[in-house]
């Protein structure tokens, strides 16, 4: 019997140091939430943040996503607030400016320390060239132009990774929908071994490109057009996981030459994904903390 009481004791400190953890975080009532700073001020695309705020938001997502702008990032950007930090598209170098070098050395911190971190198109080309948190690295442009790949629609296929991985994500019906893609990265599928720090570690390609150009750039289908290379990246960087992607699942395909592009649908397979980048990056990054999990 005393052996069954202590039993029931210990469980019951255990349950409540979790539920301390989570209220002091999260908010008492709300203890599985991740909350999410989204990244909203000068470089990012105003209808990226608002399809992106309003996908991460669907009912049911586990996620509470806020806007945040440069200033909320180089004072408030910790794990006492925030489980991670998301950036949506627009301009990764105008991005990096607004952040300054507070704003930067913030996002650095808090990654290192254990915060998820996930940036789509702009915020992936942010994490690469201007934070150096991601091993990943664009591969070379074709040339149009204007060297640039242009806007359109895309495919992803999912790697046994990203399968296993991606919670949530239905590999096969993924891989048959158009994701809007508008002239991000299109990463090689393996890590930068010049990147390789003893901060960075556990490299994975999550998804690679399913169409044979990325999207239908102008008349060209030579190497580097896109099809079979990285998609959607991720590694270690310090205790924190770091999640690129190229295209933008948080929008509806574009509807060109209208390109109308509200949030994707509640339900489907693309909103499943922008949902699935900020699970995987915050649960794999707990699973190194060794703090609880969300999931």
Do not use: W
């Amino acid at each position: 019997m005393r052996h069954g009481l202590g039993l029931v004791l210990l469980l019951a400190i255990l349950l409540s140091s979790h539920a301390l953890y989570t209220a002091s975080k999260h908010g008492a009532g709300t203890p599985t939430l991740i909350k999410v700073a989204l990244y909203a001020d000068t470089g990012a695309s105003v209808r990226g943040v608002a399809d992106t705020l309003a996908v991460l938001n669907y009912p049911h997502s586990g996620i509470h996503a806020v806007k945040v702008n440069a200033t909320d990032i180089q004072r408030n950007l910790s794990m006492r607030y925030y489980d991670a930090v998301y950036f949506a598209g627009g301009g990764g170098t105008k991005m990096s400016k607004t952040l300054g070098e507070r704003g930067r050395e913030a996002v650095v911190r808090f990654v290192a320390t254990g915060g998820a971190y996930v940036g789509v198109c702009a915020g992936a080309f942010l994490a690469m060239e201007h934070l150096n948190i991601s091993v990943f690295d664009d591969v070379s442009y074709p040339y149009n132009g204007d060297h640039k790949r242009g806007d359109g629609n895309t495919t992803v296929v999912l790697t046994q990774d990203g399968e296993h991985g991606l919670a949530g994500v239905k590999a096969a019906r993924l891989r048959h929908q158009f994701i809007f893609y508008a002239n991000g990265p299109v990463m090689a599928n393996s890590a930068n071994i010049s990147k390789m720090t003893p901060e960075t570690a556990d490299p994975v390609v999550l998804a690679t490109f399913g169409t044979t150009s990325v999207p239908a750039e102008a008349n060209y289908t030579g190497p580097n057009a896109g099809g079979g290379e990285a998609a959607i990246v991720s590694n270690l960087f310090g205790r924190g996981r770091v999640l690129v992607s190229g295209p933008h699942p948080e929008a509806s395909p574009m509807d060109f030459p209208h390109e109308h592009a509200p949030p994707s649908k509640p339900g489907t397979e693309p909103a499943f994904l922008v949902q699935s980048f900020v699970q995987y990056a915050v649960h794999m990054s707990r699973s190194i903390t060794g703090q609880p999990k969300s999931l």
